[in-house]
T-cell receptor, first 118, second 114 residues
Framework: AQSVTQLGSHVSVSEGALVLLRCNYS??????LFWYVQYPNQGLQLLLK??????LVKGINGFEAEFKKSETSFHLTKPSAHMSDAAEYFC????????????????FGPGTSLSVIP | EAQVTQNPRYLITVTGKKLTVTCSQN?????MSWYRQDPGLGLRQIYY???????DKGDVPEGYKVSRKEKRNFPLILESPSPNQTSLYFC?????????????FGPGTRLTVL
């Protein structure tokens, strides 16, 4: 079965500094990978996703992530943090193991809360 | 406006009192799903539906029921709620399979079971 880990449940950065949120996954088959963001009191919304092709994926609000198969990672970065980036970020991987009884599901990591310090 | 709506947004109830959380989407999506969000655990899938009359269990289906009689609606039913079902619940939908498509999330329902 797939699993997702996110290193650091809380990350603080200064405004203008680099944002790096880490995501590692376990998978026996090529995965589809997602990053979602949750602003306070809202549902999740998609930041970016990797399915196939180019391993560097660009998303909304200046975020990007790179799929590294050898490291089983999909870290999220943004060159310069903005106050409005403060939110909870979730990495997710799709479970494509069709040998499982129910395989059509997306597995979410525990989330990383990002704080941006003025 | 394309959206997923959930009702109610907040609910406080007592153990054993049946409740239903409604979910509706206006995007003609085939795939719908229910998640619960708990601190430190992220989102865990409760049930999902590939299409009308097709539902399947997610990771934590115990104590929950769903139905998909119409494409746009996917209610979550708690027949006999217990305190361990106190959580934040999200409904989501996507065009087809949730494997590779973006999921659109509702605003959430915060449930407290006393």
């Amino acid at each position: 079965a797939q699993s997702v880990t996110q290193l650091g449940s809380h990350v603080s950065v200064s405004e203008g500094a680099l944002v790096l949120l880490r995501c590692n996954y376990s998978s026996s088959v090529p995965p589809y990978l997602f990053w979602y963001v949750q602003y306070p009191n809202q549902g999740l919304q998609l930041l970016l996703k990797y399915t196939t092709g180019a391993t560097l994926v660009k998303g909304i609000n200046g975020f990007e992530a790179e799929f590294k198969k050898s490291e089983t990672s999909f870290h999220l970065t943004k060159p310069s943090a903005h106050m409005s980036d403060a939110a909870e970020y979730f990495c997710a991987v799709s479970d494509q193991d069709i040998t499982q009884t129910s395989y059509d599901k997306v597995i979410f990591g525990p989330g990383t809360s990002l704080s941006v310090i003025p | 406006e394309a959206q997923v709506t959930q009702n109610p947004r907040y609910l406080i109830t007592v153990t054993g009192k049946k409740l239903t959380v409604t979910c509706s989407q206006n995007m003609n999506h085939e795939y719908m799903s229910w998640y619960r969000q708990d601190p430190g655990l992220g989102l865990r899938q409760i049930y999902y539906s590939m299409n009308v009359e097709v539902t399947d269990k997610g990771d934590v289906p115990e104590g929950y029921k769903v139905s998909r009689k119409e494409k746009r609606n996917f209610p979550l039913i708690l027949e006999s709620p217990s305190p361990n079902q106190t959580s934040l619940y999200f409904c989501a939908s996507s065009l087809s399979s949730g494997l590779y498509n973006e999921q659109f999330f509702g605003p959430g329902t915060r449930l407290t079971v006393l």
